[in-house]
């Protein structure tokens, strides 16, 4: 089975600034899927209804984005949220045995707004958003389950309606 990667996303109106930011500076060509930010990566896809069973959003939902991190090849926004945090730690407690190298790694929370691209062009991108940043104060809004095809996600839990 196809793995499954778990993400969080934000409430309004800072999700969609997100995605405007996803939408203006990620290669349209690999951009599939929401702003988000992964809280795991390659869960085995025989874990769906348990994985299911456990996500819950935690009580604490406060959420910090920012500032922007230079990657290399793009541009991520730090992600500073206690309650997904301790979800998260909790989870990956629980997981352990079957965390891919990548999952049990230390988490650094972030949604990335440019990847693969030029290392100048996500210099200019990262200068350019540092010079203006304000740290942008939201909510843990939903979590959401994918399935990795490859490539393309598919959503198990699609977005809100």
């Avoid at 599939?32 to 769906?48: N, Q, R, S, Y």
């Avoid at 991190?69 to 979800?87: C, I, S, Y």
């Avoid at 200019?124 to 490539?151: F, K, Q």
Wanted: charged residues 20%.
């Amino acid at each position: 089975m196809d793995p499954l990667i778990v993400s969080a996303e934000f409430a309004e109106p800072v999700q969609s600034a997100l995605e405007a930011l996803r939408r203006d500076h990620f290669p349209a060509h690999r951009n599939f899927i929401p702003a988000h930010c992964t809280l795991f990566h390659a869960l085995p896809g025989e874990m769906e209804a348990e994985v299911l069973a456990r996500l819950a959003l935690p009580e604490d939902r406060r959420a910090r984005i920012g500032p922007p991190r230079f990657t290399g090849r793009g541009v991520a926004l730090a992600v500073e949220a206690p309650g997904l945090g301790a979800l998260r730690a909790a989870l990956a407690r629980e997981w352990q045995p079957v965390l891919t190298p990548q999952d049990r790694q230390g988490w650094r929370p972030h949604v990335t707004v440019q990847n693969k691209v030029a290392p100048e062009v996500a210099r200019a991108l990262h200068a350019a958003l540092l010079a203006g940043w304000a740290p942008l104060h939201t909510r843990v809004a939903a979590l959401r389950l994918w399935r990795y095809r490859g490539g393309p996600w598919e959503a198990v839990i699609p977005a809100a309606a």
